[in-house]
């Protein structure tokens, strides 16, 4: 069995919450613009990875908590794709685009190296 992780000491889950966050009050005006239904893609996606990250702490195997870790990295694309459609609709500068989406890119590239080392380990399964 694998132990039980405190969501909360997780490096990759504090930098997914704070972009999550960030990303809230980022798009605040996207709805007054027309675009709400992008704004809620980009805050959903983004809150996906922090929840599933929090949700995958109570799994009872490294290989489910590695499943669940690759769910965090399919929403990390996923806010990368939506990052991109507000950048080419002008809803971001470039400057703050490319902010948010290294900060994404980073997280992807920690969630994937954390995934692969609890692969590594060993399960009593």
Not at 30 to 44: A, W
Not at 89 to 111: F, H, P, S, V
């Amino acid at each position: 069995m694998a132990l039980m992780r405190d969501f909360k000491r997780l490096k990759i889950w504090q930098r997914a919450h704070a972009l999550a966050i960030a990303l809230h009050k980022r798009t605040r005006n996207f709805g007054r613009k027309g675009y709400s239904r992008l704004k809620n893609q980009i805050t959903d996606a983004a809150d996906s990875v922090h929840d599933t990250i929090a949700e995958e702490c109570g799994a009872a195997t490294n290989k489910e908590f590695a499943r669940f870790l690759d769910m965090s990295i399919k929403s990390l694309n996923e806010t990368e794709g939506h990052l991109l459609t507000a950048r080419d609709l002008d809803l971001m500068a470039i400057a703050e685009w490319n902010k948010y989406t290294n900060e994404t890119i980073e997280i992807r590239k920690m969630t994937y190296t954390y995934r692969r080392k609890v692969l590594e380990s060993a399960d009593d399964e």
